[in-house]
């Protein structure tokens, strides 16, 4: 594997502190890319998951606590049975610390021999083994064990088909709640209509508690990096995730905000109090929300309460320097002649009826001349308001450019939730369609770029990454990964189209943000059009997505994304050429 000078820096040596802190470095690294839980394959409508896939989803349902059903996790009830830190501790403790990290893999094998045995001859020898290999009592780990029972077979069924010819047909089809299966396992089995959540529900308890960390951690890594917390963060919030977590995208906004959700006497959220600042410790850090459509239009009552916390935090009486949203309030209506209520506008979406920014039509298009043509359009699609005026009239979509350009001005970073294992960054191109095109239109209107981060709270081991980091991750876990990429191909013509979409995705993070290095471009190169058994694979299953592919190669060079080495790109426009031939040939 090659190691990126970004990755590692590449200074002279200086002792040999310093090269094992950088060995450390990589196996983190490494270890991190080995975690990842990533698809290898489509799902095939009907068809139930392999037995790898299988093991993977049980062994991380395994390692959260399920309170719905009494069941702890088994990562926990080993690290209390071995006698060892606990396993939380464990996971926050540092790559240097030695014999945590070995302490944090003997767990990680207990548990992951514990499911193979499962599997393979279970319930009973996985509790024995529990029992003689780790000291956990068989009547802790039973609930977990019953649980993962439950899911195996669920997984192992598949209702699909069966749902749709009856959905075909008119026939009733019972709802199921939709969610990830990490988080909430009660989505089996598939083929049901899935429903959303009340949204007088979100934020749900869990997804707050975990926000507060997702939060504390964001502001700590930005803090440590640019010397101050951002005055302002563009927070890109959509409707399926913050189903699938029960809102902990709009729970992050509230912790940014410094208030805390209230509930009403039938328990609905409809109020928001102020955290005091002693308490929060820290200023309150001011938000422009982008929501998607969807999300405009199954959380109308959320998109109320997130809009009346913003004015809420900005008529507080506290100190500009610690209040962030009061300051930029102030200082907008003040400079631009608007009322103190139009300037604390900060929940955009489409206008009615609209969706999406068409941003990522843009690209994969090339139809665009500057990055700020991207930026500009992702304005003109997401700036109507939506909230309630002074006098508490309800602003439904209302045109609010000015405002909108305004509130962006003020932004220092941006911020998106990943909700789930199976769609990444550059899985799909919405991503950088919302994250990447509001941080585009923030660089203009703030003269600078923003900080980009992702959070991922998919594992107990929540973390905080800049964009360039998670499209590394991605590149690296995913892209470049045979086991992804085969997995891929067994899906033949379709197959090559997804690889395809992967690097134009990657490609749509060059456009918007710049964020991709020039070894991305490089290997991918490399991997699928430089290996001639390789391209003529992909050239025999499907030779327009592999034209395409080399197509955007060559956009990424002609755009200035990448700085290819002597030679290739001779040979690119060499296979580029070759396939139109084949193509025209073919029609
Ligand atoms: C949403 O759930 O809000 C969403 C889904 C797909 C693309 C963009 C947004
Ligand atoms: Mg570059």
């Not at 207990?110 to 009592?137: N, P, Y």
Request: proline residues 3%.
């Amino acid at each position: 594997m090659t190691v990126n000078e970004t990755e590692v820096n590449r200074k002279p040596e200086t002792s040999s502190d310093e090269r094992d802190r950088r060995v450390l470095k990589l196996y983190e690294h490494v270890i991190e890319i080995e975690e990842r839980l990533i698809p290898t394959g489509l799902h095939v409508f009907g068809c139930v998951p392999e037995e790898r896939s299988r093991a993977d989803m049980l062994r991380m349902v395994a390692s959260f606590d399920r309170a719905e059903s009494g069941a702890r996790a088994l990562t926990d009830l080993v690290a209390e049975g071995l006698s060892l830190d606990s396993y939380q501790s464990l996971l926050q403790s540092s790559f240097e610390d030695e014999k945590s990290l070995k302490a944090r893999e003997r767990v990680e094998s207990k548990v992951c021999e514990a499911i193979r045995l499962f599997l393979e001859q279970g319930t009973e020898r996985a509790i024995e083994f529990l029992r003689s290999e780790a000291r956990v009592e068989p009547e802790d780990s039973r609930p977990m064990l019953a649980l993962l029972q439950s899911i195996s077979t669920q997984l192992k069924t598949n209702a699909e088909l069966d749902a749709l010819a009856r959905a075909l047909r008119g026939e009733y089809i019972e709802p199921g709640s939709g969610a990830d299966i990490v988080q909430n396992p009660a989505i089996l089995p598939t083929g049901r209509n899935t429903h959303a959540v009340n949204p007088y529900a979100v934020p749900s308890a869990l997804a707050y508690s975990r926000a507060e960390l997702v939060v504390n951690r964001l502001l700590e890594r930005h803090l440590a990096e640019h010397g101050r917390y951002p005055r302002a963060m563009a927070l890109v919030l959509w409707g399926l995730d913050n189903i699938k977590t029960q809102g902990e995208g709009v729970a992050q906004a509230l912790w940014l905000l410094g208030v805390r959700p209230v509930r009403d006497a039938l328990n609905r959220v409809t109020e928001v109090e102020p955290i005091s600042l002693e308490k929060l410790g820290r200023p309150r850090i001011d938000v422009v929300m982008t929501v998607s459509g969807i999300f405009r239009d199954l959380f109308g009552a959320t998109a109320l309460l997130l809009d009346k916390a913003v004015r809420r935090v900005a008529a507080l009486d506290e100190s500009a320097d610690l209040n962030f949203v009061r300051r930029n309030v102030t200082e907008q209506a003040r400079e631009d002649d608007c009322s103190f209520d139009e300037a604390a506008t900060r929940l955009f979406s489409n206008a009615p009826g609209n969706y999406g920014t068409n941003v990522n039509f843009m690209v994969m298009d090339s139809q665009w001349e500057t990055g700020e043509t991207l930026g500009h359009l992702f304005v003109t699609r997401k700036c109507f308001a939506y909230g309630r005026d002074a006098s508490g009239r309800m602003i439904e979509g209302r045109e609010a450019r000015a405002a909108m350009e305004r509130a962006l001005s003020k932004v220092e970073a941006a911020h998106q939730n990943i909700d789930s294992f199976e769609i990444g960054i550059t899985d799909v191109d919405h991503y950088f369609e919302y994250l990447g095109g509001v941080a585009k239109a923030v660089e203009k209107r703030a003269r600078s770029k923003p900080a980009i981060y992702l959070s991922d709270s998919l594992s107990r081991d929540t973390k905080i990454r800049s964009l360039e980091e998670t499209v590394r991750l991605e590149t690296r876990a995913k892209t470049l990964n045979p086991k992804w990429y085969e997995g891929m191909l067994r899906h033949g013509f379709r197959g090559v189209a997804e690889i395809e979409n992967h690097i134009t995705n990657t490609f749509g993070w060059s456009a918007t943000a710049d964020a991709v290095d020039d070894w991305v471009y490089t290997e991918v190169a490399q991997t699928f059009l430089l290996d001639k058994a390789m391209l003529e694979r992909l050239r025999d299953l499907n030779p327009h997505s592999v034209h395409s592919l080399v197509g955007r190669l060559l956009e990424a060079e002609g755009r200035g994304f990448w700085n290819v080495e002597d030679g290739m790109l001779e040979k690119l426009r060499e296979i580029y050429s070759e396939l139109e031939d084949r193509i025209e040939g073919v029609a």
